[in-house]
T-cell receptor, first 114, second 113 residues
Framework: DTEVTQTPKHLVMGMTNKKSLKCEQH?????MYWYKQKAKKPPELMFV???????INESVPSRFSPECPNSSLLNLHLHALQPEDSALYLC?????????????FGPGTRLTVL | GESVGLHLPTLSVQEGDNSIINCAYS??????FIWYKQESGKGPQFIID?????DKRQGQRVTVLLNKTVKHLSLQIAATQPGDSAVYFC????????????FGSGTRLLVRP
């Protein structure tokens, strides 16, 4: 299994809602990532988890809260988002977060904040 | 991100021709470079990589060239096919940034039948 899965595929939420994005991989990878991608732009790193611990937070606002319940799962909890947070949220995984490890990306969750 | 502007550069090629997509990177400390392909509605997909101690690497129908002197990376696709239509991103891993993957601005490849 060389796949990273993400749910839901699409999400529409209001600014007062609380929602969660989910990511799963069964490749035995110990590093997992969240990226944000706006239209016509490259993915931008948000968070890195290494061995289920948060190792990098790219100064992401606290309305985004990551969680890594176990080595296969990665969540992104959303609360009080703004319309400018609308984007494609990509999850990725790699064998480790150090060295030159290929990152495998999921298909993303397209988020719209009304 | 390092992208600028609202429009992706676009390369339009005839089916069967060769395509060359270029990328400039800024950090001489980068040690590893990757080309990703992103089709509409999908996440980026690994195509080919190259380490900084190499200047050329070949895969199936794809070749990556690295010129460290001018900090330039290119992706050559031979006999371009309609299925190659996508946005292509170069990415670098910076040894001075905790091995973070930094994406370039992207190029849209359109293959004309």
């Amino acid at each position: 299994d060389t796949e990273v899965t993400q749910t839901p595929k699409h999400l529409v939420m209001g600014m007062t809602n609380k929602k969660s994005l989910k990511c799963e991989q069964h490749m035995g990878h110990r590093a997992m990532y969240w990226y944000k991608q706006k239209a016509k732009k490259p993915p931008e790193l948000m968070f890195v988890y290494s061995y289920e611990k948060l190792s990098i937070n790219e100064s992401v606002p606290s309305r985004f809260s990551p969680e890594c319940p176990n080595s296969s799962l990665l969540n992104l909890h959303l609360h009080a988002l703004q319309p400018e947070d609308s984007a494609l949220y990509l999850c990725a995984s790699s064998q480790s977060s150090s060295g030159n490890n290929e990152q495998f990306f999921g298909p993303g969750t397209r988020l719209t904040v009304l | 991100g390092e992208s600028v502007g609202l429009h992706l550069p676009t390369l339009s090629v005839q089916e069967g021709d060769n395509s060359i997509i270029n990328c400039a990177y800024s950090n001489s400390a980068s040690d590893y470079f990757i080309w990703y392909k992103q089709e509409s509605g999908k996440g980026p997909q690994f195509i080919i990589d190259i380490r900084s101690n190499m200047d050329k690497r070949q895969g199936q129908r794809v070749t990556v060239l690295l010129n460290k002197t001018v900090k330039h990376l290119s992706l050559q696709i031979a006999a371009t096919q309609p299925g190659d239509s996508a946005v292509y991103f170069c990415a670098e891993i910076r040894m001075d940034s905790s091995y973070k993957l930094i994406f370039g601005s992207g190029t849209r490849l359109l293959v004309r039948p």
